[in-house]
C-alpha cells in the first residue's frame, strides 16, 4: 500500500502499487579526453520495488551518480534497460523527482511559491496546490519559513525545502544524490530523521546515492554496494532494522554489526580503486611500496 496525495491535497492510503524501478544489465561509457572510450558502469542490475527505500553505496567515482542520472533521465544507457513501471526512460519526467547536493532552489520565490512550483507548471488550482505545498511543509516542520525567502533559511532548512518541493509532485519515485552531503554532521543527523519520518508517512520509493554508509543503514530496506571501475554491483545488504527508525537504533548490535560489515566491504574496494595510484605516488618519493605494503598503511 502506498500513500500519496489525492487531488485535495489531503494524504491518502491507495493500493496502487506504482513506482518500481528495474535496471538490467546496465551498460553506460563516457568518450575520454584522448577520444578513447571509459566504462563507467557495467552490467548493473538494480530493483526498487514500490515504496521501497533502497541506497547505493561505494568508492568515489565507481558510476553512482551515473546510475541515478540514467534512471532520471539525464543520460542514455549504451546497453540494458531502464523502466519504470515496466515503460522505458528515456528523459527527465515529474514522476522521478530528484534532489542533488547542491540547493536547487529559486531564490527569488518564498519557500512555499519554490514548493508549488511544479505544480504551477500543471496548471492546479491556487487552493489545491497551496493545500499540498502547506501540508507537505508541515510534515517537514517548514510551515512557520513558509513565507521566508532561501537565502534566509539554514542549509538544513534549505535542502529540506528541496525535498519537499520534489515530494509536491507526487513522485513516484525519488532520486537523490548526496542530499545531505554538504550539511554539518549534526544537521545531517536531523535531516536522516527527518527524512525517515517523511518517507514513512508518503511511502514513495527511494533511490538514495550516499558514501555515508551508517547513513544508508540508518535509512534504507536494502543496500547496494558497487564495485570501483567499472562500477558494478558487488552485493545486496538487506536492512532488516525495525521502524521507524529512531537515533536509538544506531546503538543496536544489529546496526553496529551491519555497518561493520559494510566498512570492511567498502574499504576493499577503495583501496583497490586507489591501489594503483597510491603504490604510484609512493614509488614515487623513493619508497618501494607493493600491494602488501599499501594495505599496511590502512
Ligand atoms: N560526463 C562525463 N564524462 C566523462 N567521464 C565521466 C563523466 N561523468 C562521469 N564520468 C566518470 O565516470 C565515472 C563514474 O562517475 P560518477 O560521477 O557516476 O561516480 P560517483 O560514484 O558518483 O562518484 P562520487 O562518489 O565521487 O560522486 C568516474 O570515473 C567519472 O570520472
Ligand atoms: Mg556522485
Request: glycine share 10%; with cysteine; net charge neutral.
Amino acid at each position: 500500500m502506498a500513500r500519496i496525495l489525492d487531488p485535495q491535497g489531503t494524504l491518502m492510503d491507495t493500493l496502487v502499487q506504482s513506482g518500481r524501478i528495474e535496471l538490467r544489465r546496465a551498460r553506460l561509457q563516457f568518450e575520454q579526453a584522448d577520444g578513447t572510450p571509459f566504462t563507467a558502469i557495467d552490467g548493473v542490475d538494480l530493483t526498487i520495488e514500490p515504496g521501497e527505500f533502497v541506497s547505493v553505496i561505494g568508492p568515489s567515482g565507481c558510476g553512482k551518480s551515473t546510475v541515478l542520472n540514467v534512471l532520471a533521465g539525464f543520460s542514455k544507457l549504451d546497453e540494458g534497460t531502464a523502466t519504470l513501471d515496466g515503460a522505458a526512460i528515456e528523459k527527465p519526467g515529474p514522476e522521478r523527482g530528484v534532489v542533488f547536493q547542491q540547493y536547487s532552489l529559486f531564490p527569488w520565490m518564498t519557500v512555499r511559491r519554490n514548493v508549488e512550483f511544479g505544480l504551477r507548471m500543471k496548471r492546479m488550482p491556487v487552493s489545491k496546490r497551496e493545500t499540498i505545498a502547506r501540508g507537505l511543509l508541515g510534515i517537514a516542520g517548514l510551515l512557520a519559513f513558509e513565507n521566508h525567502y532561501p537565502d534566509q533559511l539554514s542549509g538544513g532548512m534549505k535542502q529540506r525545502v528541496g525535498i519537499v518541493r520534489a515530494l509536491a509532485a507526487s513522485p513516484r519515485v525519488l532520486l537523490m544524490d548526496e542530499p545531505f552531503g554538504a550539511l554539518d554532521a549534526q544537521t545531517r543527523a536531523v535531516m536522516q530523521e527527518v527524512l525517515t519520518n517523511m518517507w514513512q508517512r508518503l511511502r514513495t520509493s527511494v533511490l538514495f546515492i550516499t558514501h555515508d554508509i551508517d547513513e544508508a543503514v540508518f535509512l534504507s530496506d536494502r543496500i547496494y554496494v558497487m564495485t570501483a571501475r567499472p562500477g558494478r554491483i558487488k552485493c545486496v545488504v538487506p536492512v532488516n532494522l525495525p521502524r521507524p527508525r529512531t537515533p536509538e537504533i544506531t546503538a543496536s548490535p544489529e546496526y553496529v554489526a551491519l555497518v561493520q560489515r559494510l566498512r570492511s566491504l567498502i574499504r576493499a574496494e577503495s583501496l583497490q580503486a586507489m591501489g594503483g595510484e597510491l603504490a604510484a605516488g609512493l614509488a614515487g618519493i623513493g619508497m618501494d611500496v607493493g600491494p602488501a605494503g599499501v594495505e599496511e598503511l590502512f
